[in-house]
């Protein structure tokens, strides 16, 4: 049987170190919580090499009595709580006693404090776990904690350390999420000495994120304040318009402490599911404040992992807030508005310009609004115009009605349709309008019954005419019209704007317009609606 070994306490740290610090961004997250827990207003944090050579913590807080700086550097010596109840109802970022401890035992450790009863500063020394002394030093109050030469007793901890330029973007994100979850501290941090960015400390969130995040993403951000008794969400939200093509832009914190939670992540993006395009991802900055006993910090030495007592409730109340702020006005949520106006039409006649007039003639209905379009389709220009019931069959043309087209007593531009429902009025025009030939013979004083063969099948297209709902080729004996004053049948427009005029009886034949001079092309389907044809220069859209 193997020999059981009791570890010497330095191998004993250095094990226990590699759970507390992992990489520079580490020591920062650790140091940075140290400061804000002492209430300071002012942190300024420096790194050279990324951290590794050198990384630097100036606060103003309370700062560490001179009898207790040794004792802050032993494994499980805190300030923060005192017995095993405490841990049901933590107040502060840190409370597990590990931090100085393990960053001692890894590093080159100098502190510089001093208290508001001090009469001097204390300067404390300390290097892989073994202390170097004490000496009187000279600092306002507060703490300065200068750590040197990271890992340089781990070289196997070292070697998997990143490039310098990687390990600092990862500490300037540590400090990032420091600035956000306390606006009401004033936050520098310097980059091989150079300041990238200082926060305001006015409290306001929004001037944090514009400090750290910069302008582009806290220009149209939305403040969202909401939740329930228990569960207050505060923060702000990118509008839809401005989502992300990461979730790198949502930052969540619990009582403060920053945090990865999937609750809280699956809560946003369910409130904005339906208002995003599809691989988007909503920014965010949440705030979420509960009591302590209902969440556990307790989980990882990192912190960043907690537990909610009632996951359904958190989901819950950030799903609301964030809905609540998506639905105020101003907000950027997908809202559309057809932007039509309907014409005034007296009561049983509606009137339809011809399509071939000048766009100042034409209706509302037609006119395309400034930078965009507007279209219409069957359906909507009934509801819109109140047509909405089922129209009755209208009976074909008579041979009086042709004898009145064409002969002493001309139509003068209205084609009064024989129904109690509204008439179609085609506008001025200056010749009498011809009326639609339709599929069966009529008989007429000038002319023969006229006989209408089988379509014939479009080139490029299916041969079922009733699929497309594309009308059939006449012959070319049909009776010749005058393209001045026959604007219905050159103008699909005009055609689709007279849906009345085609009946709705099963057995009786639509009126189908005469031939163009070329027939439509099938291009293709869009949405299982549309079907998109052209003509020569022409586009046609069938729904």
């Known amino acids: 049987m193997a020999e059981i070994r009791v570890l010497d306490k330095h191998t004993a740290e250095l094990i226990a170190a590699g759970e507390v610090v992992e990489r520079p961004a580490s020591v920062a997250k650790e140091l940075l919580e140290n400061a804000i827990d002492a209430g300071a207003t002012q942190i300024t944090l420096s790194a050279v090499r990324g951290g590794i050579q050198q990384l630097q913590i100036v606060d103003n807080g309370s700062g560490i009595e001179a009898e207790y700086i040794d004792k802050a550097f032993i494994r499980h010596a805190t300030s923060k709580i005192a017995t095993a109840e405490d841990l049901g109802h933590i107040h502060t970022l840190g409370f597990r006693g590990e931090a ?17 009863a001090d009469e001097y500063a204390c300067c404390y020394r300390i290097e892989g776990g073994e202390e170097r002394g004490m000496e009187p030093g000279a600092r306002p109050v507060g703490t300065t904690i200068t750590v040197s030469d990271l890992f340089y007793n781990t070289p196997a901890r070292m070697k998997f350390l990143k490039k310098d330029a990687s390990e600092g973007t990862f500490v300037a994100e540590t400090v990032l999420h420091a600035a956000l979850s306390h606006p009401e501290i004033s936050f520098r941090y310097l980059r091989d000495g150079k300041q990238q960015y200082v926060t305001p400390g006015d409290g306001d969130l929004r001037s944090a994120v514009y400090a750290v995040l910069g302008r582009e993403f806290a220009r149209d951000l939305l403040p969202v304040d909401g939740g329930s008794e228990l569960y207050h969400v505060t923060g702000l939200v990118t509008p839809p318009r401005a989502c992300r093509a990461s979730r790198g832009a949502q930052h969540f914190f619990v009582n403060g402490r920053y945090v990865k939670n999937r609750t809280m992540m699956a809560a946003l993006e369910n409130a904005y599911k339906g208002t995003m395009m599809q691989g988007k991802f909503p920014g965010a900055v949440l705030m979420l404040e509960l009591p302590p006993d209902m969440v556990d910090v307790n989980v990882h030495p990192a912190k960043t992992e907690i537990r909610f007592a009632k996951e359904s409730d958190v989901f819950d109340a950030v799903y609301r807030a964030v809905r609540a702020a998506l639905a105020t006005p101003g907000s950027g949520e997908c809202r559309f508005e057809m932007g039509h106006t309907a014409p005034e039409e007296k009561p049983g006649q509606t009137v339809l310009q011809p399509a071939a007039l000048a766009p100042a003639a034409r209706p509302a209905a037609t006119q395309p609004k400034k930078g965009g379009f507007t279209t219409l389709s069957a359906a909507e220009y009934r509801a819109l115009n109140g047509l909405t019931a089922p129209v009755p069959a209208r009976p074909l043309p008579t041979a009086q009605g042709v004898q009145n087209a064409q002969g002493t007593q001309p139509v003068p531009g209205v084609l009064e349709a024989q129904s109690p429902k509204p008439a179609y009025t085609a506008g001025p025009a200056p010749r009498p309008l011809t009326p639609v030939t339709p599929v069966t013979a009529v008989e007429t004083p000038a002319s023969e019954p006229v006989t209408i063969p089988a379509p014939q099948p479009m080139p490029h297209a299916v041969s079922d005419d009733t699929v497309l709902d594309i009308p059939p080729e006449l012959p070319d004996e049909a009776p010749a019209t005058d393209p001045e004053t026959d604007y219905v049948r050159n103008d699909p427009h005009a055609l689709s704007a007279l849906p009345d ?13 005469p031939p163009a001079s070329e027939p439509l092309r099938l291009v293709g389907e869009v949405l299982k609606t549309y079907i998109i044809t052209e003509r020569g220069s022409e586009l046609c859209l069938i729904d």
């Open 501 to 513: 005029m085609v009946s709705t009886r099963p057995e009786q034949t639509t009126l189908t317009p």
């Open 100 to 116: 100085l401890a393990s960053i001692a035992s890894v590093a080159r450790v100098e502190v510089l404090t001093r208290t508001e």
